[in-house]
């Protein structure tokens, strides 16, 4: 698996939320709900906190029309899929799996090889999204391939070199 991480988080790429997200819009300061299960595509990122050292935001334009401040911790990103299912529906065809460890033999993520048309699509997600990748793709995953494992020493999404 040597190829960039398609859906590495980033302006413009696809995102979904698994749970109901309860916020204010960043520039108009009116509340917003988005329920469990829906889409959007990311605007923007920017720091949190005082004087901007806090957590990674990211500023999400959602397919109901809503946009929301949220961290990273409640959206998966999907890119290039439009999708959930479209996204689980290629993971049945996997062409190959692992989960990713740390140095110390940590787990680190999880990452699959999809295809999406023609093209091969490298997708990480990290350990923090466990229930999702335990949940949704690994069943899915095992009726195509046996899952490996990969490991690397950077806590950061692998890049093409490094994997």
């Known amino acids: 698996m040597?190829?960039?991480i398609s859906n590495k988080p980033g302006e413009g790429k696809r995102v979904w939320c698994l749970k109901e997200i309860r916020g204010t819009s960043p520039d108009t300061r009116k509340r917003a709900h988005v329920p469990a299960n829906t889409g959007g595509t990311i605007h923007y990122t920017h720091a949190s906190g005082p004087l901007g050292t806090g957590p990674a935001l990211v500023v999400v334009q959602w397919d109901n029309?809503?946009?929301?401040?949220t961290g990273f911790a409640n959206i998966l990103c999907i890119h290039p899929f439009?999708?959930?299912?479209?996204l689980l529906e290629?993971?049945?065809?996997a062409s190959c799996a692992d989960y990713i460890l740390g140095s110390e033999n940590e787990l680190e993520g999880f990452r699959i090889e999809v295809w999406m048309g023609e093209n091969l699509e490298?997708?990480?997600?990290?350990?923090?999204q466990h229930a999702f990748y335990r949940d949704f793709l690994i069943p899915r995953v095992k009726?195509?391939?046996?899952?490996?494992?990969t490991k690397w020493e950077k806590r950061e999404y692998p890049d093409e070199d490094e994997a």
């Open 65 to 69: 029309g809503q946009e929301t401040d």
């Open 90 to 93: 290629a993971s049945v065809g």
């Open 2 to 4: 040597n190829r960039p």
């Open 143 to 149: 009726i195509s391939v046996n899952i490996g494992e």
């Open 82 to 86: 439009r999708t959930l299912d479209d």
């Open 122 to 128: 490298t997708l990480f997600f990290p350990e923090e």
